[in-house]
């Protein structure tokens, strides 16, 4: 029910957009997220929205280098990613939670995932 899409392999520096498509359901009123987990490390929130689109949560590392949000209309959330660091090579999956703040961490929280996109940034 989540199609995650975008990644690919960038320059360190360059830019990606990922986009989530939603299916069969609708969550307009779930927060929801992108996770990541990099090669032999736990999957971990990185971003999320609530379910206006108006407020969103970013981990310390991302700040001012990613955003979040989402188009309720299309049932479409996006991330973009600026500034990209070796750092944030991993799978990105969305994901969509029935607490509709954006800001629950904890993998357990989202009950609709995505199949997961890689992003590698490598010279």
């Known amino acids: 029910q989540l199609q995650a899409s975008g990644g690919g392999l960038v320059q360190p520096g360059g830019s990606l957009t990922l986009s989530c498509a939603a299916s069969?359901?609708?969550?307009?009123?779930?927060?929801m997220a992108w996770f990541r987990q990099a090669p032999g490390k736990e999957r971990v929130f990185v971003v999320g929205?609530?379910?206006?689109?108006?407020?969103?949560s970013y981990v310390d590392s991302v700040k001012g280098r990613f955003s979040i949000s989402r188009d309720k209309a299309k049932n479409t959330l996006h991330l973009q990613m600026n500034s990209l660091e070796p750092e944030d090579t991993a799978v990105y999956y969305c994901?969509?939670?029935?607490?509709?703040?954006?800001?629950?961490?904890?993998?357990?929280?989202?009950?609709?995932w995505g199949q997961g996109t890689q992003v590698t940034v490598s010279s």
């Open positions: 069969g359901h609708t969550f307009s009123t779930y927060g």
């Open positions: 994901a969509a939670s029935q607490y509709g703040s954006g800001n629950r961490r904890r993998i357990n929280e989202y009950a609709y």
């Open positions: 929205i609530d379910w206006s689109g108006g407020v969103a």
